[in-house]
């Protein structure tokens, strides 16, 4: 199953563009990448989700590297109500789509 | 998106007593659906996938028979804990598929369990 790796939280300023990164190294060529936010005590909400071409929506955008070992969700312009953890996921194909959830980064928009 | 919602949203109950957890999607049908819970300060914990129509493929380390899930419908699972104790407190959230494997997946408010 791959997996991935995100630091445990990041500081941005409100305004500014936040960039959390993710590695996910062994993902596998039909492993789609998602990306979900929790704010607390709710149930997580989804931001975006890729293969290997970027993304963009009203939310966000994706990059994801050419070789798909990593990504980079990107919220352009940072607001305190998107202070949340944000989980970075590999879903797997083989295995019903489930989407197993690592630890996530903690983001804190300060003002 | 897509809405699934939880019902109820917060629940205590005796120790020993059964509970049941429903998880709805309010505008889209739903082939399959999965269930989570989750600890306070730590991450989501898949319990089982639901598929309608036939039985759940629990994770390992699940009890299937103390965590009953059906899915009798495209629109409703339910999640059912069973005699349950104290160490079974937790937020359980269920996530409803929008379609194919590819697409979205949402999830519901979750619903907090607190065993007395």
């Known amino acids: 199953d791959a997996k991935t790796t995100q630091p445990p939280s990041m500081d941005c300023a409100e305004g500014r563009a936040a960039n959390l990164p993710c590695n996910h190294s062994t993902i596998s060529g039909n492993e789609y990448v998602y990306w979900y936010r929790q704010i607390h005590s709710q149930g997580p909400q989804y931001i975006i989700h890729?293969?290997?071409n970027n993304e963009t929506n009203e939310m966000a955008s994706l990059i994801i590297t050419e070789d798909r070992k990593s990504s980079t969700l990107i919220l352009p312009h940072a607001t305190l109500r998107d202070t949340a953890v944000y989980y970075c996921?590999?879903?797997?194909?083989?295995?019903?789509?489930?989407?197993?959830f690592g630890q996530g980064t903690e983001l804190s928009v300060k003002p | 998106g897509a809405v699934v919602s939880q019902h109820p949203s917060w629940v205590i109950c005796k120790s020993g007593t059964s509970v049941k957890i429903e998880c709805r999607s309010l505008?889209?049908?739903?082939?399959?659906m999965f269930w989570y819970r989750q600890f306070p300060k730590q991450s989501l914990m898949l319990m089982a996938t639901s598929n309608e129509g036939s039985k759940a493929t629990y994770e390992q380390g699940v009890e299937k028979d103390k965590f009953l899930i059906n899915h009798a419908s495209l629109t409703l699972s339910t999640l059912t804990v069973t005699s349950a104790h104290p160490e079974d407190s937790s937020f359980y959230i269920c996530?409803?598929?929008?379609?194919?494997?590819?697409?979205?997946?949402?999830f519901g408010q979750g619903t907090r369990l607190t065993v007395v």
């Open positions: 890729g293969l290997k």
């Open positions: 996921i590999v879903m797997i194909y083989n295995q019903g789509g489930k989407l197993i």
């Open positions: 505008d889209f049908q739903a082939t399959t």
């Open positions: 996530s409803a598929r929008l379609g194919t494997i590819n697409t979205e997946a949402f």
